[in-house]
């Protein structure tokens, strides 16, 4: 059974670093794409990034000046930093998995079939 | 970026209803596109993957179809299990982008 276990600080005042870290037990770490999705109190769910166990990455454009997501493939663990935080942040911060589904029309999507159980990450001075 | 319209954004529905909810793409995403079912506090469930297939389970009441711009989540017969909100979300290209939510609510 896969599990995604996420931990990192969840009150940051604004200017400083968020940092989360996602564990992945139970399953293989390669061939799969590990997400970083965030979602404002009360709000829809915005896709923040993603890394493949090789560290290849593609990021949020309208995000992408401010995070680093990174591998540690010798824990199957993948971690998120965001830099200049403002209160515009505060979100619950989920790790997701990317797997590779075959499509009926050919090629492949790439659903996120597990999630962490969440952090909430509030921005305050 | 892909931008993705679901409508509607609630809807108020009884147990046994059929419950129909659309997503359309602002271009075409072929069939690359998920749908996921979130309760409150709890991080969203993928339901149906590549536009129709159906996540393993997931129950069969649940059905997605469609392709390329416009696309629909279908509950054959709503159970009270089922009020949540649901997205959906396409992964034809990054980033990846998810609709608004439509919040299925009890009548």
């Known amino acids: 059974q896969v599990q995604l276990q996420q931990w990192g600080a969840g009150l940051l005042k604004p200017s400083e670093t968020l940092s989360l870290t996602c564990a992945v037990y139970g399953g293989s770490f390669s061939g799969y794409y590990w997400s970083w999705i965030r979602q404002p109190p009360g709000k829809g769910l915005e896709w923040i990034g993603e890394?493949?166990?090789?560290?290849?990455?593609n990021y949020n454009p309208s995000l992408k000046s401010r995070v680093t997501i990174s591998v540690d493939t010798s824990k199957n663990q993948f971690s998120l930093k965001l830099s200049s935080v403002t209160a515009a942040d505060t979100a619950i911060y989920y790790c997701a998995r990317g797997v590779v589904a075959p499509a009926a029309s050919g090629g492949s999507c790439y659903p996120f079939d597990y999630w962490g159980q969440g952090t909430l990450v509030t921005v305050s001075s | 970026d892909i931008q993705m319209t679901q409508s509607p954004s609630s809807l108020s529905a009884s147990v046994g209803d059929r419950v129909t909810i659309t997503c359309r793409a602002s271009q075409s995403v072929s069939s690359y596109l998920n749908w996921y079912q979130q309760k409150p506090g709890k991080a969203p469930k993928l339901l149906i993957y590549a536009a129709s297939s159906l996540q393993s389970g997931v129950p069969s009441r649940f059905s997605g179809s469609g392709s390329g711009r416009d696309f629909t989540l279908t509950i054959s017969s709503l159970q009270p299990e089922d009020y949540a909100t649901y997205y959906c979300?396409?992964?034809?290209?990054?980033?990846?982008?998810f609709g608004q939510g439509t919040k299925v609510e009890i009548k």
């Open positions: 979300q396409q992964s034809y290209s990054t980033p990846r982008t």
């Open positions: 890394i493949n166990h090789s560290g290849s990455t």
